[in-house]
């Protein structure tokens, strides 16, 4: 048995003096396992009285190779035994070597903030999923296995973890009441996983939000390059000013910059001197 949950089907001879061997009938055989945490045995009823199972059960922790099966064969008039023996059985279960924490979104914002909106749109969650590394190169998907204990250790002020069933996953929220930021660390013990239980799984992912908006403008029409423009002149010996193009600047906490321009409104606050048509500033 190599895993959790393996299984075979058990059968029981008795070998006579003659060399020649016959099947011990289920109904006067006695079986049984001297170690439950590592195997475990069931009957299923049917032909021929039915047949023994032994599986390994969930959360076997060690490692064995010794006689696990106990039989014994009774008389069937009045149950006195008639034979014993044991069988060999090597339970080799794979050592845990490292868990793996997995995040659909490295970045996440609250449903209140800027980031959240067009045309920044960072998720307001997260999906995880926790993989188990063995020493026989396998792994095994932890994500809803029970033995898994996953807890906030940095940041757990800025966020929770929800657990919204196999069919939803399991996801890492922004708690809205708060106004923090930066880094939430998660992770992952199994404490109950006698395999694993010093095995640790870290991740960090990061909390963004708004920090600050610049507005700057541009000689309109503008080309690549051209430098600011904060003055109207007049334009050679006429009596027309330059026109300008105010562009909007979105900074976020992780310094990610985003041009908002276009999802922007813009007015002056002196129109007598300068109007605004889109975000095009003109002479009034």
Known sequence: F????????????????????MVVPI????????RLDVLQLDLTTGRYGGTYHGFVPFNANNVFEELLVQATWKDACDGTAIATGQG???????????AIITATEAEITRIRDAAYCD????PALSGITVTMQFDDNTEKDMTFDVRTVLAITVGNDMAYI??????????????????NFGTIRIQATFPTFGRAANIVG??????????DIAITSYPFPAYTGMPQKNILDLVGCTDEYQR?????????????????????T???????????????????
């Open 119 to 122: 045309p920044i749109n960072l």
């Open 162 to 179: 929800q657990n919204e069933g196999e069919s939803l996953g399991i996801k890492v929220r922004p708690t809205e009441s708060s106004n």
């Open 27 to 34: 109904s006067q055989l006695e079986l049984y396992s001297t």
């Open 266 to 284: 813009f007015e002056s606050s002196n129109t007598v001197v300068i109007t605004m048509a889109g975000n095009v500033m003109e002479d009034s």
């Open 88 to 98: 060999p059985v090597t339970v080799t279960l794979p050592l845990a070597t490292g």
């Open 202 to 211: 870290i991740l960090d992912i990061s909390l963004v939000v708004f920090r």
């Open 244 to 264: 300008a193009a105010a562009t909007l600047i979105v900074t976020l906490t992780n310094n990610a910059t985003y041009d908002v321009t276009s999802y922007s």
């Open 2 to 21: 190599e895993k959790e949950f393996s299984f075979s089907d058990i059968y029981t001879y008795a070998t006579m003096t003659d060399t020649s061997y």
